[in-house]
Nanobody, 127 residues
């Protein structure tokens, strides 16, 4: 059974950094697309960053230049390095995986097509 387990969330002050991890079990990362989403209270879940089947990375405009998504196939782990965090980025962060082949920024928009989700890790940014 495929499982995703996020970690690395916490509380930081504005301008700080966090690195989120998503440990994958039950299948190998290989070329499956994966993504990070976030959901703030009262808001829809939104795509933050993703890696497509060609290992290209894509970012939401709001995080470009500050966040970096990466994966370590040997450790079967997905990461999200977040720098210069802002209070409005306080949210639950989720990693997601899809047993599919996607190329391009579709991996950032295809929330409804991801079929495996982690439980989320809370990120709180104080001003």
């Amino acid at each position: 059974q495929v499982q995703l387990v996020e970690s690395g969330g916490g509380s930081v002050q504005a301008g700080g950094s966090l690195r989120l991890s998503c440990a994958v079990s039950g299948y190998t990362l290989s070329n499956y697309p994966m993504a990070w989403f976030r959901q703030a209270p009262g808001k829809e879940r939104e795509g933050v960053a993703c890696i497509d089947s060609g290992v290209s990375t894509f970012y939401a405009d709001a995080v470009k230049g500050r966040f970096t998504i990466s994966k370590d196939n040997a450790k079967n782990t997905l990461y999200l390095q977040m720098n210069s965090l802002k209070p409005e980025e306080t949210a639950m962060y989720y990693c997601a995986a899809a047993r599919a082949t996607w190329y391009g920024d579709f991996c950032l928009e295809a929330r409804q097509y991801y079929n495996v989700w982690g439980q989320g890790t809370q990120v709180t940014v104080s001003s």
